[in-house]
């Protein structure tokens, strides 16, 4: 198994402060959807058991909209969305690599962007989890 880092993040102002274990090279991919070309949304999309929030908990709010799966939080005070349950990774999150300290000198490489407008009729998910 590959080793992991630690990796600090957070919102605009600070409110909302998060960790993600991340191997020492991993994936970023943006996508096509509404929301994520009109936000700059880079997503590295990571389980559940490598995500930890640590403040801000109560300083989020959350965003619906389509199908309703995805769950787009929000910084109530900088408005920042620095991670969310996508509905293509409903088990795990996407950390916005932009939100990540050091961005944008991460040991990250970008693949192809994600067809997040069609994403129902793609043949297979291209989201997949850093493990």
Not at 105 to 125: R, T
Request: proline letters at 6%; charged letters at 20%; aromatic letters at 10%.
């Amino acid at each position: 198994m590959a080793s992991l880092k630690k990796y600090q993040g957070s919102c605009h102002c600070g409110t909302v402060q998060f960790e993600v274990d991340l191997p020492g090279d991993f994936e970023a991919q943006t996508c096509t959807c509404s929301i994520c070309e009109m936000t700059g949304f880079v997503h590295i999309i990571v389980p559940q058991s490598k995500f930890r929030l640590i403040q801000g908990a109560d300083n989020l709010t959350e965003y619906k909209f389509n199908t309703g799966v995805a769950k787009h939080l929000f910084c109530k005070t900088c408005g920042v969305k620095a991670f969310y349950r996508p509905r293509s990774n409903p088990d795990g999150w996407s950390v916005n690599a932009r939100c990540l300290s050091g961005y944008p000198n991460l040991p990250m490489k970008m693949i192809a962007p994600f067809d997040g407008k069609d994403w129902e009729n793609q043949p297979s998910i291209a989201h997949k989890s850093q493990e």
